[in-house]
């Protein structure tokens, strides 16, 4: 993975509102900017730490060179330099060399063949940093309870679900804003009546995503600038999401996404995905990891051929079926596939509150963000965090008191550790037998940081390993890192 150098000298934790623009010579406003660049607009950093080169146009009463300027706080960042011309009503250019950085004022101007400088306009709040696509179902469009949310910052913009950039702030997934047949004509009465609040100025009650908790902690731990592009809608299969529906645009949930992604500027930094939910029983699940490799593939074909992607195992569920034998096949399914997928990785739910019966709460969708963050500054900024604790190997000890099992994890940031009582762990005579009541002492050995040794009352001579089995268990073991164990099973014990 290629580590993308931070310059710290060109970013500045202003707005633009702060920036002393007054120029006395400047002739009246008749360019027009219509393409390409707009207010509030991330440009993603190439390897240079500098835009991608951005076509950009509109009309204009006089022929002659187009020039443009950086500023920045208080003085130019970059001077006037010639980009493109201007003929017959009107412009282009390219816009390159814009530093890593911001928020900036993109100003142009029209210079005759006298050299007179007859026509200027600026595009304010212009970011150049990194920018994520949010996908998948209900968890990543965010469900959390609108209470304590991460605060707006001006370092951190969205590109809407209505094709429109602005500063992020919660709820920033609102279906009934989009012009797209998948999102809105799929919207539910409580959406609409959210969408109405949201416009009215008046809190949602539920609203809160992990989109902005991850962009805050990039933006504290780097400095870089992040965009956020707005793509999840709850209660989507990964059927819904399929990549051959492209051509659909609008019409589908990967189409829809590819457009936003093409109208936001067509780079991106890499992706970030929680959805399985809605895939978690019988018929879909069996097809889930193909599935995800498919949409992998495809994002990466679309994307960028080493496009990173970032996906939240699914968590719990509090219901009253006891069978949730597919619920599990899909989080074992995740883990599975996690290196197959790379570059990126996997961050685990299981140990975080809700808001309600399915939904990350507020509080653990700022973990999932700040998890997700560790991963990210590992795979392209040299950080030291692991993804955690992942299961090495299970084996059958005997001690004074009986029969215990002692399972070792690779991937643990210092040590593992647990609020309370570790707990979390299970075991079966089958794979999918009953769990057994035979486990009444879970410990984290001082002496070995990265194991935890499971107390058997009888340990059977067949028997299967869980974590987090079923629909709502209570898991807490996670490392010093707060890298969590995630969900597995069922692993034969040797």
Avoid at 53 to 80: D, F, H, Q
Wanted: net charge negative; with cysteine.
């Amino acid at each position: 993975m290629v580590i993308y150098p931070f310059k710290q000298q060109h970013i500045f934790n202003i707005t633009l509102f702060t920036l002393i623009l007054i120029d006395l010579s400047i002739p009246a406003f008749a360019i027009t900017v219509d393409k390409g660049l707009v207010n509030y607009q991330v440009l993603q950093a190439n390897l240079e730490d500098k835009n991608f080169p951005v076509e950009v146009s509109g009309t204009c009463e006089t022929n002659g060179k187009i020039e443009m300027r950086i500023l920045g706080l208080a003085y130019e960042i970059a001077p006037w330099k010639e980009i493109g011309s201007a003929q017959n009503g009107q412009w282009t250019a390219t816009l390159t060399d814009i530093p890593l950085g911001g928020p900036y004022a993109i100003e142009f101007q029209i210079k005759d063949a006298s050299g007179e400088t007859k026509e200027k306009t600026s595009i304010h709040d212009v970011l150049v940093g990194d920018i994520w696509i949010l996908a998948g179902q209900s968890n990543m469009q965010g469900v959390g309870n609108m209470e304590n949310v991460t605060e707006p910052h001006p370092l951190v913009h969205l590109y809407s679900m209505s094709y429109q950039w602005r500063i992020a702030k919660e709820p920033i997934h609102v279906l009934a804003e989009s012009p797209d047949p998948i999102h809105y004509t799929r919207i539910f009465k409580d959406e609409q009546e959210r969408a109405q609040k949201i416009k009215e100025g008046i809190n949602a009650r539920k609203g809160a995503g992990l989109g902005i908790p991850f962009a805050v902690e990039m933006v504290k731990r780097t400095g870089r600038p992040i965009g956020l592009i707005a793509s999840a809608h709850g209660g989507t299969s990964m059927e819904q999401w399929d990549p051959a529906l492209k051509d659909k645009g609008g019409e589908s949930l990967y189409g829809s996404m590819y457009k936003q992604v093409q109208s936001a500027g067509g780079k991106v930094r890499g992706i970030l995905w929680y959805q399985g939910e809605s895939d978690a029983s019988k018929d879909p699940q069996p097809l889930y990891k193909e599935r995800m490799r498919k949409l992998v593939k495809a994002f990466r074909d679309d994307l960028g051929a080493d496009l990173p992607f970032y996906y939240v195992q699914i968590g719990r569920f509090v219901m009253d079926n006891p069978d949730a034998t597919y619920w599990n096949k899909l989080q074992n399914d995740q883990v599975e596939l996690e290196k197959e997928l790379a570059p990126g990785g996997m961050v685990v739910s299981i140990d975080l509150s809700l808001d309600d019966l399915i939904h990350a709460g507020t509080e653990g969708l700022k973990i999932l963000g700040y998890r997700l963050a560790n991963l990210v500054e590992r795979d392209m900024f040299g950080g030291k965090i692991s993804a955690g604790p992942r299961i090495e190997k299970v084996e059958r000890l005997s001690s004074p008191y009986g029969p215990q099992v002692k399972v070792t994890f690779s991937g643990v940031n210092g040590k593992l550790t647990s609020a309370g009582k570790p707990s979390g762990f299970s075991i079966s005579i089958a794979e999918e037998a009953p769990n057994l009541p035979c486990i009444y002492k879970i410990t984290l050995p001082e002496n070995e940081p990265n194991a935890v040794l499971l107390w058997i009352t009888k340990m059977p001579e067949q028997a299967f390993l869980w974590y987090g089995r079923g629909f709502d268990p209570y898991c807490n073991i996670v490392d010093e890192a707060n890298m969590a164990v995630p969900v597995f099973g069922p692993i034969p014990i040797p």
